[in-house]
């Protein structure tokens, strides 16, 4: 339980320096409770340690006895782990830093430690205590030195000749600090990653050189001026060296292992920088409280498991978001013949779902079981997409996901007027394509359904699909259901195909697999030299759609099946696919059809599943695409401000180009 300030007394009196080493530390424990507070406020902590000072400053006896035990206190622990190690993994590797964080969230740690990092997690583990650790002022942090620095009878057992029990331990700290970061900059994870100049010139060679020249100087007393500058310049040639890795990254591909690595080892450099600022220039430790505080920070991102997949994944997000950028440029059509081409080409989109669609009723004949029709239905949409990627036809709904990054891209800076009317326009770019891509769809399904129907029926004298199953397709697709909320459904499931996409991608490019089959013995040797550079060549530029096709396909076939057998009661809404299936349900039923309410309701959703298949897989990509290229902080209402300002002066250019853009 925590103290209270009218328990000081008490806590004093429990102070025993002759306590043995877990006593000692349940005592620190209850007195950082105490200084905390009850509401752990800033203020709160700042008065009990004034009222802590002026005790021990008043009471000789107290005081003395508080020495000796904070003498026995560092005479059993080791500081430098935690100045050096505290908030990095012990391996250069997300998965076993996942799997100790989960260790660190559920099971107990023990005060019987001589680990300074373990008994910091246990004595600063309030989310408070980095917030009153950075309002120590310099008064009261002279004032605690002077009471924890006071002269000891002996010299301290651990520390060095000439230097206090805290400067031995930068020390220690920086030692290790810079070993580590020349060990990771000559792992062959980032080594073989850098830029060629940082190669041939590696810096991590001499880091350790200048920082002996650093040590020897400290500890001869000579000027420290030009070995600092000497250290810290080498920190930012490995510093640069590292961010080099970042820029071969398409040519390389990432792995959130190595985004990791990259993470600890910039954090390992940033940590010898507030070291050094520690060691060297604090007369009034405001730096060390900094660093403290910083340390208590890290302490409760140590304990969050989501903190460490954001931090590890917004790199391979980053990447994700440029792939799919590059190939999202491809579906903006900025001129109208480029205009015109998406029409023709989502008009050949529309006209292969037709046959989708026959296909889809076909499999659903069969009565199989539900995961079995939607594993099949999965399948005869994936061979569909992938038919209509290999003719270079359109498919409106996966347009979003792809182009959403695009976006996102031209938002890197939006800081002059000219770059955010130039963001405007690929807006107006974008709902242009997005309109014509979903009409040409929509214009050229429909009635291709219709025809392919009737002329099954003419060729079985049968319909395609029964009356019943017509009707059903009807109430199923009407607005007065869940069709809005299916559809939105579906504006996710389209983005997270896209995601799986870029991760494909980079996968392929991780393992150099269009170097292995352009160049690898057993490959020529089956394909040929020439075939097996265009086996590499179709697969380098065709895998992320490869990837989305496929996975889009079996994500719309089988998601309704596995949430069925949870009792979860979603189904997919696509656009391009339910105007077909509706178009055979009016083959069916023949022109008696429009006399029947359920038709319209279902005419009147097909425009509100469209807008909700491409807003969600847009917002969601948009969303993602904003985050991995930083640009989170921009002023959202300037931006809607802009797009309403031209919406309302040029609204035909939301929706067909200008002459000016022939």
């Known amino acids: 339980m925590a103290k209270t300030a009218t328990d000081l007394p008490q806590l004093l ?37 004034e009222m802590l000072l002026d005790v021990l400053e008043a009471r000789e006896d107290t005081r003395l006895k508080l020495q000796r035990w904070w003498r026995a206190l560092i005479d059993a622990v080791d500081i430098s782990n935690l100045l050096c190690d505290y908030g990095f993994s012990a391996r250069n590797a997300f998965v076993s830093e996942m799997v100790q964080r989960l260790h660190r969230r559920w099971l107990p740690a023990s005060p019987q430690t001589t680990d300074a990092a373990e008994l910091f997690a246990l004595v600063l583990s309030h989310p408070a205590d980095a917030q009153w650790l950075h309002a120590l002022t310099p008064k009261h942090l002279a004032r605690l030195a002077a009471i924890l620095s006071a002269p000891s009878n002996g010299h301290h057992a651990k520390v060095r000749p000439g230097l206090s029990y805290w400067q031995d331990g930068l020390l220690d700290a920086l030692t290790f600090c810079t070993s580590q970061i020349r060990a990771t900059g000559f792992s062959p994870e980032v080594r073989l990653r850098m830029d060629a100049g940082w190669r041939e010139h590696n810096p991590f060679h001499e880091l350790t050189a200048c920082f002996d020249r650093l040590r020897d100087a400290w500890f001869s007393g000579q000027d420290l001026t030009e070995a600092v500058k000497a250290f810290e310049a080498q920190l930012d040639s490995c510093n640069w060296a590292a961010t080099s890795v970042y820029e071969h990254l398409d040519a390389h591909g990432i792995s959130v292992d190595l985004v990791f690595r990259l993470r600890q080892l910039r954090g390992r450099i940033q940590r010898v920088r507030a070291l050094l600022a520690c060691l060297l220039d604090d007369p009034q430790y405001l730096n060390c409280a900094g660093l403290l505080s910083h340390l208590a920070t890290l302490e409760q991102e140590q304990r969050s498991v989501g903190a460490l997949v954001r931090a590890s994944s917004s790199l391979l997000a980053a990447k994700v978001a440029e792939r799919s950028s590059e190939t999202g440029e491809h579906y903006i ?6 205009y015109r081409e998406m029409l023709s080409n989502a008009a050949g989109g529309g006209a292969l779902t037709a046959l989708t669609t026959a296909l889809k009723f076909a499999v659903m004949a069969l009565g199989l079981s539900a995961f079995w029709y939607g594993f099949w239905a999965g399948a005869v949409y994936a061979a569909s997409f992938v038919l209509i990627q290999l003719l270079h036809f359109t498919l409106a709904t996966k347009q979003p996901a792809m182009t959403a990054p695009a976006m996102a891209a031209k938002l890197k800076d939006v800081s002059t007027p000219e770059a955010l009317e130039s963001f405007v326009d690929e807006v107006t770019h974008l709902v ?40 059903y397709v009807l109430h199923s697709l009407t607005l007065l259901g869940p069709s809005v909320l299916y ?13 799986l996409a870029g991760w494909v991608e980079n996968w392929f490019v991780l393992h150099r697999l269009d170097s292995a089959i352009r160049y690898n013995p057993r490959f020529t040797a089956v394909l040929g030299v020439q075939r097996a550079d265009r086996w590499a060549h179709f697969w380098r530029h065709n895998i ?25 009661p979603l189904d997919v809404r696509h656009v391009t696919l339910s105007t077909g299936q509706l178009g055979a349900a009016c083959a069916t039923l023949g022109w008696e059809v429009v006399h029947e309410p359920a038709l319209w309701w279902a005419v009147a959703a097909i425009p509100l599943i469209g807008q909700l298949n491409v807003g969600v897989s847009f917002l969601f990509a948009f969303r993602v695409a904003l985050r991995a290229h930083d640009v989170s902080n921009i002023s959202r209402n300037r931006i809607y401000r802009a797009i309403t300002r031209r919406l309302v002066q040029s609204p035909l250019s939301f929706v067909w180009p200008a002459r000016s853009n022939d």
Not at 33 to 43: K, L, M, N, T
Not at 333 to 338: D, I, L, Y
Not at 487 to 499: E, Y
Not at 552 to 562: E, H, N, Q, S
């Open 333 to 338: 059509a900025r001129t109208r013949t480029e």
């Open 13 to 49: 009196e429990a102070l025993d320096p002759e306590a043995d080493l877990v006593h000692r530390h349940l005592w620190l424990i209850s007195l950082l409770e105490w200084i905390r507070g009850a509401d752990g406020a800033p203020a709160t902590a700042l008065g009990h340690i």
């Open 544 to 568: 992320s759609g490869l990837a989305a096709n496929v996975s889009l396909g079996f994500i719309l076939g089988l998601t309704p099946a596995i949430l069925g057998f949870f009792g979860i």
């Open 432 to 471: 242009r394509s997005q309109t014509a891509a979903v009409i040409g769809n929509v214009a050229v399904v429909f009635p291709a359904t219709v025809l392919l129907a009737l002329g099954v029926q003419q060729l079985r004298g049968t319909p395609m699909i029964d009356a019943t199953t017509a009707h």
């Open 487 to 499: 559809a939105a459904f579906t504006g996710v499931l389209l983005f997270s195909s896209s995601i």
